[in-house]
């Protein structure tokens, strides 16, 4: 089975008020990570990036001066994903949509993608304790970001590709078959 893990850094929290600065991915193949087929781009943002989201992301307004619109990196990572399953953690409430009400905004056509948020892997395995949050997961698996920075979407990629690899396989070693429920998103068609 072919996944993209993925992460957005955005301007704030709401999908409908704010927008993209940064997106990252990563492909796995059958319980394998391929770091040398990655992703990333940080995006210009029509609104400037507020003082706090640049003290939480690293990501400054002079980082993104001649970065590509939302709308053409969009367009990048969906060449990038192609048909691949999307993983991303917190994603049902946070990058789906994001995504989606970024293509709206951007007049973008749509095209269905399968989608897993991974919390659902620390939820299967872990039930009620402790949270479910990137960190949580991080100190229960043992994961570091080795010195890659955490809430830039490149490090958070990164130790989320192998937590999602040590989930999965916890779970199951069958590695073409998800073993938890799969949803819907949408990319640039």
């Known amino acids: 089975m072919d996944l993209v893990v993925f992460d957005l850094e955005t301007t704030g929290l709401s999908p409908a008020y704010h927008e993209i600065i940064q997106i990252a991915g990563v492909r796995m193949r059958g319980g394998r990570i391929l770091a040398e087929e990655s992703f990333d781009t940080l995006v210009k943002p029509r609104q400037r990036i507020p003082s706090f989201i640049t003290s939480y992301t690293g990501i400054s307004n002079a980082h993104v001066e001649h970065a590509p619109d939302a709308a053409t990196a969009l367009q990048r990572f969906s060449q990038f994903a192609g048909e691949a399953l999307l993983v991303a953690h917190n994603g049902q409430r946070f990058d789906m949509p ?76 069958d590695y073409s078959a998800c073993p938890v429920p799969r949803g819907n998103g949408v990319l640039p068609g």
């Open 98 to 173: 994001f995504i989606r009400e970024s293509c709206l905004r951007h007049a973008l056509p749509v095209r269905p993608v399968g989608f897993v948020d991974s919390m659902a892997f620390s939820r299967k395995l872990w039930g009620g304790r402790g949270g479910h949050g990137l960190d949580a997961v991080m100190s229960r698996l043992q994961l570091s970001l080795r010195g890659a920075r955490r809430h830039d979407a490149r490090g958070d990629v990164q130790v989320l590709a192998e937590a999602v690899r040590q989930m999965w396989g916890k779970l199951s070693t």
